[in-house]
């Protein structure tokens, strides 16, 4: 028996989405062990361009003791909960339906294409960084 999956022949260096500047909203989010380099995998959900409405992206964010600052600054733009924050303390479930701005590059390493999360901003802020040239990736 044959079955024909949609995508499937697609290289694995691809992504849905180019790199550039997006307006999302974390749709899930799962801690990961690992000894020297534990992360939190998340994954968003585009809201703006309106051409990418609804397209996934899903990334590590490291919270190593070394990149604990990224962990925090994602935490302070997406409008964590300042208590918990205050705290040391970060609820999986407090993180699903944060807001927020995304800059997103691919990086490939050991032959896999990872999408790496660059800087973030609040959401108030798309409007103004949503002009910048940079920021469309439609745009080459």
């Not at 409405?53 to 964010?61: C, Y």
Request: charged share 20%; net charge positive; proline share 6%.
């Amino acid at each position: 028996m044959r079955r024909q999956i949609q995508g499937l022949s697609r290289s694995a260096t691809q992504s849905d989405v180019a790199d550039g500047l997006y307006l999302v909203r974390v749709q899930r989010a799962h801690y990961r062990w690992h000894k020297q380099k534990p992360f939190y995998e998340l994954s968003f959900y585009a809201l703006e361009p309106n051409a990418l409405l609804g397209a996934a992206i899903t990334a590590r964010l490291p919270c190593s003791p070394k990149s604990l600052w990224k962990l925090a600054w994602f935490l302070r733009d997406f409008r964590y909960s300042r208590e918990l924050l205050e705290q040391d303390e970060i609820d999986v479930r407090a993180l699903l339906g944060l807001h927020g701005v995304v800059q997103v590059a691919h990086e490939i390493i050991n032959g896999r294409s990872n999408v790496i999360l660059r800087a973030f901003a609040p959401a108030a802020d798309w409007p103004h960084l949503s002009m910048t040239p940079s920021a469309n990736p439609e745009v080459v």
